[in-house]
Nanobody
Framework: QVQLVESGGGLVQAGGSLRLSCAASRSIFSINSMGWYRQAPGKQRELVATFTSGGSTNYADSVKGRFTISRDNAKNTVYLQMNSLKPEDTAVYYC??????????????WGQGTQVTVSS
């Protein structure tokens, strides 16, 4: 199996920036999607930003223009650069990977999460 480890969370003032990292335990191939989700207290987990198998990116409307997803294939690592942070960005951020096992079979992996807290 694949282990995903997030890092880079913390406490930041509104308007500040953070950079999250997600490192996979080994090289990953046949990726359907990989990226970031978040969950705030009392709310459902939501998509933040992902890479798709087609090479495109998806962003939540609430973060578009402020957050940027990137990757370093040599390091098996995905990043999330978060700028102009707002208090409503406060959540636990989770790395996610959906891997293709066969034609229409997939395995989904989650990291343990990293806390991001934005103060006003």
């Amino acid at each position: 199996q694949v282990q995903l480890v997030e890092s880079g969370g913390g406490l930041v003032q509104a308007g500040g920036s953070l950079r999250l990292s997600c490192a996979a335990s080994r090289s990953i191939f046949s990726i359907n999607s990989m990226g970031w989700y978040r969950q705030a207290p009392g709310k459902q987990r939501e998509l933040v930003a992902t890479f798709t198998s087609g090479g495109s990116t998806n962003y939540a409307d609430s973060v578009k223009g402020r957050f940027t997803i990137s990757r370093d294939n040599a390091k098996n690592t995905v990043y999330l650069q978060m700028n102009s942070l707002k208090p409503e960005d406060t959540a636990v951020y989770y790395c996610n990977a959906v891997l293709v096992v066969s034609g229409n079979s997939y395995n989904t992996y989650w990291g343990q999460g990293t806390q991001v807290t934005v103060s006003s």
